[in-house]
């Protein structure tokens, strides 16, 4: 079964803080892996894509990924109030249409 | 980023009818787009995968037959809730997978429906 698992949280942090955000899945020939931001009632945003093993950054935000672990992290520095959201891991797995399946998502609450 | 366009945003429907939501992609073709549910403090659950001119893929447990989904056109897909019963209420999000570029499965999401069934 294709799984990916991630903590709900709720995880706060205070504003300023780095936020670390885990995430593992199941299908070791996963290749593309995607965070997505989703405020209430929203529908979830991009904010990073990673395909290679090692650390990807952009901006206050960088992705790790470890393949031999199947583990995916984000990391949001200096993190804001406006960063509170759930976070949605996506794995992009082996086979079929590229379809993404997501965890569950784990909440961010940064406090000023 | 690509735009994709989710029609209605809201709707409340009465127990019995049928409810459509359109998904547009604005500025690139779609040839694959996805439909996905969720429900409140979920996550996404993929219903199903349409391809522009072929009958769609229902994954595990989703009725074909009450969730109808068409893909036309390379930039519109439909979702169509038929006999929607309270248990349906849910948030509906469309997302569609771009015609051209690397096949890194980056999805590009409509702004959801949400259906209430009275």
């Known amino acids: 079964q294709k799984e990916v698992e991630q903590n709900s949280g709720p995880l706060s942090v205070p504003e300023g803080a780095i936020a670390s955000l885990n995430c593992t899945y199941s299908?070791?020939?996963?290749?593309?892996f995607f965070w997505y931001r989703q405020y209430s009632g929203k529908s979830p945003e991009l904010i990073m894509s990673?395909?290679?093993?090692g650390d990807k950054e952009d901006g206050r935000f960088t992705a790790q990924l470890n393949k031999a672990s199947q583990y995916v992290s984000l990391l949001i520095r200096d993190s804001q109030p406006s960063d509170s959201a759930t976070y949605l891991c996506a794995v992009n797995f082996s086979g079929g249409y590229n379809k993404l399946i997501f965890g569950a998502g784990t909440r961010l609450a940064v406090h000023p | 980023g690509a735009v994709v366009s989710q029609h209605p945003s809201r709707v409340i429907c009465k127990s019995g009818t049928s409810v459509k939501i359109e998904c547009r992609s604005l500025d690139f073709q779609a040839t694959t787009m996805f439909w996905y549910r969720q429900f409140p403090k979920k996550s996404l659950m993929l219903m199903a995968t349409s391809n522009e001119g072929s009958k769609a893929t229902y994954e595990q447990g989703v009725e074909k037959d009450k969730f109808l989904i068409n893909h036309a056109s390379l930039t519109l897909s439909t979702l169509t809730v038929t006999s929607a019963h309270p248990e349906d209420s849910s948030f509906y999000i469309c997302s569609a997978k771009g015609s051209g570029g690397s096949n890194t499965g980056e999805l590009f999401f409509g702004e959801g429906s949400r259906l209430t069934v009275l």
């Open positions: 990673i395909y290679s093993n």
């Open positions: 299908d070791r020939g996963s290749q593309s």
